[in-house]
């Protein structure tokens, strides 16, 4: 089996994944503690949008999505203005006209079903060299982030008040997590579609939020978790012959009720 990754399109989904497991889930850290869901599903509705443009055009799909990401937070942001975080109005707008959108242009267009389903599920085996690099760089660019920003992410976290009496700009900050979260909302489709993003940003957040004692904690269990199911996942799916979007997804569901509470001193 391990002679398979001497093949270029096992090594380039094996090394992406590594990156995306263990940076994603800090986008999901973020999703969950500010409880940024309703934006996560807007980004995932806006993705089927995207990706339904891609192929009634014939755009390559990573482009159509970071373009889509991008388009989604700005209007979402726009209408949410001056409201904080709350963005559940905005976001119910955006996904039911964005699925509204795909399916017409999916049925105007005559996409083929089984390319509707590639959005849907994604392949981590058709990422190219150029993805490649940009998932690396995207890797690098959360890690710093919430490396270099910890304290003002934290601060976020906590109360929005606190934060701006202590000096943080608030709204920049708050924005900054959104895209964040949006780029790798984006790059997760590649993997794993839209219906499993879940699996790489919020499930490890979920699971290391059961043994983490602090927001420090959380981030590097979370980590951890990703590049461990990812990885798990991945080989799951060589040794089986099956698909390894729905076994990193498995693996992340098997270890969610394993994993035991940390019990409160």
Not at 210 to 239: P, W
Request: charged letters at 10%; one cysteine or more.
């Amino acid at each position: 089996m391990f002679s398979l990754f001497l093949l270029p399109p096992i090594y380039r989904a094996f090394i992406s994944l590594l990156f995306a497991g263990a940076s994603f889930p800090f986008a999901g850290v973020m999703v969950v503690r500010m409880n940024l869901m309703q934006l996560r599903y807007a980004l995932m509705h806006g993705l089927l949008l995207g990706g339904s443009l891609s192929l009634a055009l014939g755009f390559p799909q990573l482009p159509a999505y970071i373009v889509m990401c991008i388009m989604t937070v700005i209007v979402m942001l726009y209408l949410s203005r001056g409201k904080g975080m709350n963005l559940g109005v905005s976001a119910s707008f955006l996904m039911v006209a964005s699925v509204a959108i795909a399916a017409l242009i999916t049925q105007v267009a005559h996409v083929p079903s089984k390319d509707t389903l590639e959005i849907l599920w994604g392949s981590p085996f058709t990422i190219r060299w150029a993805e490649l690099a940009c998932f690396v760089l995207l890797a690098a660019t959360i890690i710093i982030f919430t490396v270099r920003d910890y304290r003002n992410i934290t601060l976020v976290f906590f109360d929005r008040d606190v934060a701006h009496s202590s000096g943080c700009n608030v709204r920049l900050h708050e924005n900054m997590i959104v895209f964040i979260i949006a780029f790798a909302v984006a790059f997760s489709m590649r993997f794993v579609g839209a219906l499993l993003i879940d699996a790489l940003l919020i499930l490890p957040a979920v699971i290391a939020l059961k043994r983490a004692e602090s927001v420090k904690s959380l981030f590097i269990l979370s980590s951890l978790t990703g590049l461990a199911t990812s990885t798990a996942g991945f080989i799951l799916s060589l040794a089986l012959d099956l698909p390894p979007s729905s076994m990193i997804a498995l693996v992340s569901v098997i270890l969610y009720p394993i994993v035991p509470k940390r019990r409160n001193r």
